[in-house]
T-cell receptor
């Protein structure tokens, strides 16, 4: 079974802190994604990556950056956390060459609260 | 206009009922379409892909109308375990493998 592991299930941070959300997948997938999910807004794509050291902005990249130094690990960075970044963050991975298959494998999510 | 739009519900139906969810998407260049299911406090999981000719998976039937940019999901003989949020999902044509998610439609099946 594919496993996508997010390092922290719950975090509480203060405004202005730098926050790292880590995601690791064990299936050698090239494609990895970060979404955030908010009530009434659904899942929104923040950043994605097709390969090591490669990154693409999603729909809401402002206030975030990412790092992909190794294929299995995709990190989301909040340089200076703000209260409007309080959310559930979901990491996902997808095998290459399967545009039609549609299966994203999600981690369990990291619920971040910024005070 | 939101790229993928769904009626948020909630849909409250008795066990055994048939329920249908609809979804519209805005980008005519989209090529692939899916329904995901998300249980409360869990991550989304793929329920089924949606093909142009329509497809079934047990009690679930998905339909696609490319001309109208409309996707549907029909659930027959609803079970209590079908209670969840159903997400309509469409690929982002300008980014290959990334997916756009609708906000989801909430279903509650009652005894």
């Amino acid at each position: 079974d594919v496993k996508v592991t997010q390092s922290s299930r719950y975090l509480v941070k203060r405004t202005g802190e730098k926050v790292f959300l880590e995601c690791v997948q064990d299936m050698d997938h090239e494609n990895m994604f970060w979404y955030r999910q908010d009530p009434g807004l659904g899942l929104r794509l923040i950043y994605f990556s097709y390969d090591v050291k490669m990154k693409e902005k999603g729909d809401i990249p402002e206030g975030y950056s990412v790092s992909r130094e190794k294929k299995e690990r995709f990190s989301l960075i909040l340089e200076s956390a703000s209260t409007n970044q309080t959310s559930m963050y979901l990491c996902a991975s997808r095998p290459p060459g399967q545009v039609m298959s549609g299966e994203l494998f999600f981690g369990e999510g990291s619920r971040l609260t910024v005070l | 206009r939101k790229e993928v739009e769904q009626d948020p519900g909630p849909f409250n139906v008795p066990e055994g009922a048939t329920v249908a969810f609809n979804c519209t998407y805005s980008n005519s260049a989209s090529q692939s379409f899916f329904w995901y299911r998300q249980d409360c406090r869990k991550e989304p999981k793929l329920l089924m892909s949606v093909y142009s000719s329509g497809n079934e998976d047990g009690r679930f039937t998905a339909q696609l109308n490319r001309a109208s940019q409309y996707i549907s999901l029909l659930i027959r003989d609803s079970k209590l375990s079908d209670s969840a949020t159903y997400l309509c999902v469409v690929n982002k044509p300008d980014s290959g493998y990334a997916l756009n998610f609708g906000k989801g439609t909430s279903l509650l099946v009652t005894p």
